[in-house]
């Protein structure tokens, strides 16, 4: 296993000593470099909760039919789906200035670029949510025995995905030649056993692993494998040889932020196992936009008829008839209290302790990470010869999951001129509290310092290029599938309604993705719609 250590105390001392003034350190071509904290969570805001005071009478208070509480994925698709089953009266509320969770984008003169979520597979038979947006987008269409063809423009162009091993380029992850006998006859057997999974069925059908995951199947068999670790597992199979534990490691770390001693072998199978590729050819297919998935995002807010009003602490939730929901606008500083006749709760469930009286702390393990925005004035060199960058770009043994192109699908195979790269670290077998506490009182330099230093293994003039480093801190970053989570009682806790309130986010599924995202959303809407006696299309099996 290669060894995760994510900012050491050494590490942030060192960089601590920029709060000081002494950045002397850094290399000449480093300080000229511009750059700032944008594109995360408003935490300073969001921090209000844990410090407010008495509870202050609303200095206005008015009435609605539908309030959804939260602009992430999950409550732009419960609007989405309210909308398109025709209610009225409803209206988003929203703690940033740009809806979109982290499917939210940033804008420079080179390039939009993502500043988290950044590509959608082709979606399973499983996933009708998304396959119906996907044709209401004009992305895909269906034939009439359902069978999907997608508009091959915006699926992520060659090169996908190269790896640097061992002081070259390959072109995948798989340095398929330069693996050892034993770690080739463990990949092996390790890609028979998720194609085993892939093709089992229980009686009623279902898949072991599917997307969204309530469609999976419920067999003990199955569910059984939520109770061990996924590096159990691993050892188990006998998958110890370094690159296949290293292919493991970093796809837990990819979509959970996490290892595989964290995470379910339940969770780290699904990873491998869920996908079928949605009638495509390459069930490795994915939609790739500049701007990442906030090209999804943007389609969902600018097709809603609702008021979103951005800007908006949620400070009290009192469900009943109607729902009591009490907020600070933080533009006018004023508390406002909107009476609702029903509510869609699509915030991350940890923050529920801070609006419900009596509401248990949520037992939820949520990553952090650092995310961020490279602005660039040209194509950096490249350390390999006949290379150049492909869509997601993996440096074997780096503490960062790599980087991605933003223009990757503009500049077809060119890597000249102006241009944007994403860069993306998780914070795996730490302390989320503690590291937290760290990213709070760390300083843009250092970050800066940690990312150039983390490209230049294979740009080594990659400072001399870059214009802007803008960095992103997300504390809590997306919701871990640790051993029991996912089918467990704590979850399945957190689902439950409330009086004319019913909730939606990804962490009530325990993976956070942009399928279970809107799954959770479209859910909740009919739910409530059900409640209410409204007829609509169903695009859940619930």
Not at 202 to 208: F, L, Q, T, V, Y
Not at 283 to 295: C, K, R, T
Not at 355 to 374: K, M, Q, R, S
Not at 479 to 506: C, D, M, Y
Request: glycine share 8%; with cysteine.
């Amino acid at each position: 296993m290669v060894e995760q250590s994510v900012l050491k105390r050494r590490d942030f001392l060192k960089g601590s000593l920029l709060l000081f003034g002494f950045a002397g350190c850094s290399k000449g071509g480093r300080r000229r470099l511009s750059g700032d904290f944008r594109g995360g969570p408003d935490h300073h805001s969001g921090h209000l909760l844990r410090r407010r005071g008495p509870e202050v009478e609303p200095r206005s208070t008015r009435s609605i039919d539908i309030a959804v509480l939260g602009c992430g994925i999950s409550g732009l698709s419960a609007a989405w789906q309210l909308h398109r089953s025709g209610c009225r009266g409803v209206e988003l509320f929203e703690l940033q200035k740009q809806a979109g969770g982290n499917s939210r984008s940033a804008s420079y003169s080179a390039s939009q670029a993502p500043w988290a979520a950044h590509y959608l597979p082709v979606p399973t038979r499983e996933s009708r949510a998304v396959r119906e947006l996907l044709k209401e987008m004009g992305l895909m269409s269906e034939d009439q025995d359902g069978k999907a063809s997608y508009n091959e423009r915006h699926l992520c162009h060659p090169l996908q995905e190269r790896l640097w091993y061992r002081g070259r380029w390959y072109e995948s992850l798989l340095p398929l030649e330069d693996l050892s006998a034993p770690e080739m006859e463990q990949w092996s057997d390790f890609k028979i056993d998720v194609e085993r999974w892939q093709n089992w069925r229980d009686k009623e059908g279902r898949k072991a692993f599917a997307i969204p995951l309530a469609e999976s199947s419920a067999d003990p068999e199955v569910r059984s494998l939520d109770s061990i670790s996924f590096a159990d597992y691993a050892e188990q199979k006998g998958w110890t040889a370094p690159f296949v534990r290293w292919l493991l490691e970093y796809s837990t770390r990819d979509d959970y932020g996490a290892s595989p001693e964290q995470v379910s072998a339940w969770a780290g199978l699904h990873y491998f196992a869920c996908r079928d590729g949605g009638d495509f050819r390459d069930d490795d297919a994915i939609f790739v936009w500049p701007e990442g998935n906030g090209h999804l995002a943007d389609y969902l807010r600018n097709s809603l008829p609702y008021p979103i009003h951005t800007r908006q602490l949620i400070t009290a939730v009192r469900p009943g008839s109607p729902v009591e929901i009490d907020v600070l606008d933080l533009d006018q500083r004023e508390h406002l209290r909107i009476e609702a006749r029903r509510c869609l709760y699509c915030l991350p469930s940890f923050q529920r302790s801070y609006h419900f009286a009596d509401e248990p702390a949520f037992g939820g393990h949520y990553a952090p990470w650092v995310t961020a925005n490279l602005v660039l004035s040209r194509a950096p060199k490249e350390r390999s010869i006949y290379s150049e960058p492909a869509w997601d770009n993996v440096v074997y043994g780096s503490e960062s999951l790599g980087y991605v192109v933003a223009s990757h699908q503009t500049k077809a195979m060119s890597n000249q001129g102006e241009d944007v790269w994403t860069w993306y670290r998780a914070f795996p077998n730490r302390d989320p509290a503690e590291v937290r506490k760290e990213l709070l009182e760390s300083r843009w330099e250092f970050w800066r310092d940690q990312i150039l230093s983390d490209l230049e293994t294979v740009h080594p003039d990659i400072a001399e290029v870059t214009s802007r480093i803008d960095v992103a801190l997300f504390g809590h970053g997306m919701i871990t599938p640790t051993v029991g989570f996912i089918w467990g009682e704590e979850s399945a806790r957190a689902r439950r309604p409330k009086q004319n309130l019913w909730f939606a986010h990804s962490d009530l599924s325990g993976i956070s993705v942009f399928e279970e995202a809107q799954y959770r959303g479209v859910l909740a809407a009919q739910q409530l719609m059900a409640d209410a006696g409204r007829s609509f299309q169903n695009l859940t099996d619930a």
